[in-house]
């Protein structure tokens, strides 16, 4: 039952922690108590996913560079490092296109359903990108 859980870890101290208790095999590294404009920040993050194997970062979609505020670059530092972004929370089509334009993998919503998110016209197409594997992304 262990395995089906996703864990959210806020630094490496608390991933050390839960660890010692049960190796989870599902963990996202949770920014929003400590979200800055300090890029050393967000590469601190990306080498400690990458040490400690976390392959998702979730993060503000505040945070995301999008096509209005192109200097919200830290999801693209992530990127750099090939970890997946998830955003939450996010219960409007118009903001769910804008994310996954963005190369977002992951959305956390209250209300989307899968139907809703099929309708969006993505500008991306993963493969040609490499941003991952989000299942809603279509070719155009």
Partial sequence: LLDRVIVQV???????TIMSVFPFSNVVYATYLHETKDESYWRQVAEECLERNI???SISRSFISTKKHPEMKYASI??????QICTYTIDKISDAERMINSGVDLLVTNILTEEDLGLINTEIK???EGLGRNNYSKDI
């Fill in 10 to 16: 806020y630094d490496a101290d608390s991933y050390d």
């Fill in 55 to 57: 392959s998702m970062v």
């Fill in 78 to 83: 992530l990127k750099e490092y090939n970890l």
């Fill in 126 to 128: 993963r493969e040609d």
